[in-house]
């Protein structure tokens, strides 16, 4: 059964950096794009960044690039995001989800959050002085 955990959350200061790790556990066959959400208060979730199981080829929304980095860890079986220059709008609670590729070639920018189908617990992140 396939089942993800995120940790690494907590406070932060404006302009530090912060490292989410989702671990992946019960990977089974096929390709998966491995993604990290954002839910600000009071809005509603947004994709961050993505990274496919199958090429590593990845994906950061236009929003982030420069300051989030999405990455394999695989010594550790993580996929990690880490944020840097953090800002307040960045507090919001982090989620990791799992999402299986339609086809091997597939980016992982093309799925939606509905393709989405395990999903953790989500971690939170604050950023305030």
């Known amino acids: 059964q396939l089942q993800v955990v995120e940790s690494g959350g907590g406070l932060a200061q404006p302009g530090g950096s912060l490292k989410l790790s989702c671990s992946v556990f019960?990977?089974?066959?096929?390709?998966?794009?491995t993604a990290w959400f954002r839910q600000a208060p009071g809005k509603e979730r947004e994709g961050i960044a993505c990274?496919?199981?199958?090429?590593?080829?990845?994906n950061v929304t236009d929003s982030e690039k420069g300051r989030f980095t999405i990455s394999e860890d695989n010594a550790k079986k993580t996929v990690d995001l880490q944020m840097s220059s953090l800002k307040p709008q960045d507090t919001g609670v982090y989620y990791c989800?799992?999402?299986?590729?339609?086809?091997?070639?597939?980016?992982?920018?093309?799925?939606?959050?509905?393709?989405?189908?395990?999903w953790g617990q989500g971690t939170q992140v604050t950023v305030s002085p």
């Open positions: 019960g990977f089974g066959s096929g390709y998966y794009s």
């Open positions: 990274i496919s199981s199958r090429d590593g080829r990845r």
């Open positions: 989800a799992l999402g299986k590729l339609r086809f091997s070639g597939q980016p992982c920018s093309g799925l939606l959050e509905r393709d989405y189908s395990t």
